[in-house]
């Protein structure tokens, strides 16, 4: 089925390691988007692209890096955990639509990520 | 900034009764965009209706409807004859048009329904 892919969706993390989150999408879209869910902070939004090549810092970038070398893919890299990163991470494509972004995003499922 | 309050952060309905999950917001912008996604316990965001600031008629889904008072910067969704699949978390989002392609989220409110 056609969206947005995101990997893994569940993973522990030691304090201090590493590791890369991946979104891929199939629909061509040209916008893509990081954000964290946190208990009663709703989502905010982590770094952002609005095309291969481009990224951009959100609401909440430190901490994290992102690369759009393809079109599709957009990962998520964190390069020293630490406890305040656990949270529920989602990823978000979207396209323009008469110069807006009138039909809102289409998301991944979400990865889970405990640093502990 | 633009913001999005959300100012229930849980709701309960009975099952087949109707329900309203308020949604307010700041701008200066008179054209933009405004939705309600839901999340269910399996955590996947879904859209459920999306509306269009420059039309005044309030968008329907099925089941769902929204409040849209313009002048008054809220956003309410209306969930008729609620079902047991409509228990989630549902997120206000904002988004002001131009080249800021970008959401605003508030910051959510749960909704449990009662058999």
């Known amino acids: 089925n056609a969206g947005v892919t995101q990997t893994p969706k569940f993973r522990v993390l030691k304090t201090g390691q590493s590791m890369t989150l991946l979104c891929a999408q199939d629909m061509n879209h040209e916008y893509m988007y990081w954000y964290r869910q946190d208990p009663g902070m709703g989502l905010r939004l982590i770094h952002y692209?609005?095309?291969?090549?481009?990224?951009a810092k959100g609401e909440v970038p430190d901490g994290y890096n992102v690369s759009r070398l393809k079109k599709q893919n957009f990962l998520l890299g964190l390069e020293s955990a630490a406890p305040s990163q656990t949270s529920v991470y989602f990823c978000?494509?979207?396209?323009?639509?008469?110069?807006?972004?009138?039909?809102?995003?289409?998301f991944g499922s979400g990865t889970r990520l405990t640093v502990v | 900034a633009q913001t999005v309050t959300q100012s229930q952060p849980e709701m309960s309905v009975q099952e087949a009764e109707t329900v309203t999950l308020s949604c307010t917001y700041d701008?200066?912008?008179?054209?933009?965009?405004l939705f309600w996604y839901k999340q269910p316990p399996s955590r996947q965001m879904i859209l459920v209706i999306r509306q269009e600031a420059y039309k005044q008629q309030n968008a329907t889904e099925n089941r769902f409807s929204v409040n849209f008072q313009k002048a008054a910067k809220s956003f309410s969704l209306k969930i008729s004859d609620s079902q047991l699949g409509d228990a989630a978390m549902y997120f206000c989002a904002y988004y002001s048009g131009g080249s800021n392609y970008k959401l605003t989220f508030g910051k959510g409110t749960l909704l449990t329904v009662n058999p």
């Open positions: 692209s609005v095309g291969e090549g481009t990224t």
């Open positions: 701008t200066s912008e008179s054209d933009y965009y």
């Open positions: 978000a494509s979207s396209f323009v639509t008469g110069g807006s972004l009138s039909y809102g995003y289409t």
